[in-house]
């Protein structure tokens, strides 16, 4: 079983930044790993993902720009840094890993899931 937790969500004015965090049992070096959020009466829409080799990135179109994806391989954490963050980032912020090695922006193809992490901003 893989675990995996989320970490540093809060209340936040717009226009300012968090980062958030994903503690795992060593999937940042071995599987594709991104983040997803949802809103209330909302589907769980992607946000970032990282592939597990080259490190590539890829990014909602909502949040290019002003997120960044990044991991510590040493310490097994994916990050996602956020800045100038708007209302409508408000949602609960869930890190994703998938077993297989490719990586993918659909939500069904993630096998394991954290809690989720909430994010509020204030307007």
């Known amino acids: 079983q893989v675990h995996v937790v989320e970490s540093g969500g809060g209340l936040v004015q717009a226009g300012g930044s968090l980062r958030l965090s994903c503690a795992t049992s060593?999937?940042?070096?071995?599987?594709?790993m991104a983040w997803f959020r949802q809103s209330p009466g909302k589907e769980r829409e992607f946000v970032a993902r990282?592939?597990?080799?080259?490190?590539?990135?890829d990014y909602a179109d909502s949040v290019k720009g002003r997120f960044t994806i990044s991991r510590d391989s040493a310490k097994n954490i994916l990050f996602l840094q956020m800045a100038d963050l708007k209302a409508e980032d408000t949602a609960v912020y869930y890190c994703?890993?998938?077993?297989?090695?490719?990586?993918?922006?659909?939500?069904?193809?993630?096998?394991?899931w954290g809690q989720g992490t909430q994010v509020t901003v204030s307007s």
């Open positions: 990282m592939t597990l080799y080259d490190r590539n990135t």
């Open positions: 994703a890993v998938r077993r297989t090695f490719t990586s993918s922006r659909f939500a069904s193809n993630y096998d394991y």
């Open positions: 060593d999937t940042v070096n071995t599987h594709p």
